[in-house]
C-alpha cells in the first residue's frame, strides 16, 4: 500500500509538492507560489529521498528550506535541472533581499542543497533499498522529467510539468508508459487547448520583420527558462539584431552546455551567438537607438531589465510588446493585460507601442492531457496544478478512467 498526500500544488496552481509514503519515503517537488509567496505544508522530517521535476520556483522554490530543517538526505533531478535550480534559487534571494522580504532560507542552504544533490538522465533507474526512480523527458523546459516510482508493487508517475506537443526548443514528452498504478497528472490548462505553434510562428516572424523595417524596437519579455531560448532560435532565423539581456542570458548558458536537454542543441548554440549580450546597465541606453529585438526578463513585467525599456519606449508607436507567457493576478503584465495600463515603479501610463499578448505555453493542453491518460490507461489518475481539478477528474472518470482531485492535506491510497 502506498499513501499520497498534497502538501501543495492541489487545487491550485503553485508551491507543488507531494508526499509519496510507503515502504519508503519520497517527496516530489517543494515548490512555492511565486506571487505571494505561499508555501506548501511542511514533509516528515525523515525523508528517502526528494525529486525536483524541474527548475521552475513554484517546483523547487522553497527546496533548500529542507536542508534548513534538518534533512541530510540526497535530492534528485537531471542534471540541466541542478543547474538551472542554482541560478533561480540565488536569484530568488537577491529578489527578496531587494523587496525586504524575509528569505526561507540563506545561501548556505542552497550549497547545503547542492552538495546532496545526485544528477540522473533520462531511463536511468536510481535504486533505493525497496524501491526504484526514473526519470522520462517531460519535454516542459530544458532538464524537465516525470518521475515514476516503483514500489511496494505499485507503480507511480509523477509528471511534473509537461508538453506533449513538440516545440522549436524540446522535443515532445514521453508517454511511451504502461502498467502505471496511479498517474500524479499536472492539469494547469484542461479547459482548453494552445494556438497551433506553426501559426504563432509566421505571425511572430512577420510582427518583427514589420516592426524593424519601420525602424521600431520589439520588446519581448520572456521567462528564464524554455521561452527565451525557444523565442531566440525563432528571431535568430531572420535578419534582425537580436539583443539579450537579463537572467535570461545566464540560463541559455547554462543550457548551451547541456545538450541533452534540448531539441537542437547546435541550433541554440548558434543563435545564442548571433545574440548580442547586454551586460550592464550603461548598455541599456546605448541599444535603443538601433532598430531590432530585445529579448529580457522578467516574463510578467514585475522587474528585471524590461522595466528599463518599457520606461523609455512606451511612447513610440512603431515598438511594440510582445509577451508570450501567462500573466499571473496582480503581476505588472495581468494590470496591463486586464486594464491596458502600465503600472510599475511609479509609472501608470497607457502604452503607445503595440502591446500582444500571445501564448506559447509550454504546458500540455486539453486534449495532450486526454490523449495521455487514454495511451497509458493508469489504473487511477489525480488531477493537481490546477484550479479546475475537481471538475476534469469528474469528466475523466465519465471516460471509463477512474480519476481524483484531492485537496492538500488529503491522504489518497493506492
Sequence with gaps: MVTITGLGGFREVGRSAILVEGSQRFLLDYGLSVQDLDVPAKPPAQLDGVFMSHAHLDHCGIAPELYKRGYAGKTYGTPATFELMRLMLDDELKVHDKRAIQPFFSPHDIDTLERHSQAAGFKKPIHFRQATATFTDAGHVPGSAATLIEMDGKRILYTGDINFTETELMHRADDNLKDIDLLICESTYTKGDHPDRKVLREELVNHVLDVVHNNGI????????????????????????????????????????????????????????????????????????????????????????????????????????????????????????????????????????????????????????????????????????????????????????????PANGDRFTV
Design 218 to 405: 520589439v520588446l519581448m519579455p520572456c521567462f528564464s527558462i524554455g521561452r527565451t531560448q525557444e523565442l531566440l532560435q525563432i528571431v535568430a532565423d531572420l535578419d534582425v539584431p537580436i539583443l539579450l539581456d537579463g537572467m535570461g542570458m545566464k540560463a541559455t548558458s547554462i543550457i548551451t552546455n547541456h545538450p541533452e536537454a534540448v531539441k537542437d542543441p547546435k541550433r541554440l548554440r548558434k543563435a545564442f551567438g548571433k545574440a548580442r549580450k547586454v551586460r550592464n546597465p550603461q548598455e541599456r541606453f546605448k541599444v535603443l537607438g538601433t532598430p531590432g529585438v530585445i529579448i529580457t526578463t522578467a516574463g510578467m513585467l514585475n522587474g528585471g531589465p524590461i522595466t528599463h525599456y518599457i520606461k523609455r519606449l512606451h511612447k513610440r508607436e512603431n515598438c511594440s510588446l510582445y509577451i508570450s507567457g501567462y500573466q499571473v493576478e496582480g503581476t505588472v503584465g495581468r494590470t496591463l493585460m486586464d486594464t491596458g495600463r502600465y503600472v510599475n515603479e511609479g509609472l501608470d501610463v497607457k502604452p503607445l507601442l503595440d502591446v500582444r499578448f500571445r501564448d506559447w505555453s509550454a504546458h500540455a493542453g486539453r486534449t495532450g492531457i486526454l490523449n495521455f491518460v487514454r495511451k497509458v490507461r493508469p489504473k487511477k489518475t489525480i488531477f493537481c496544478h490546477g484550479s479546475w481539478t475537481q471538475e476534469f477528474a469528474r469528466e475523466v472518470t465519465d471516460l471509463g478512467f477512474p480519476a481524483f482531485a
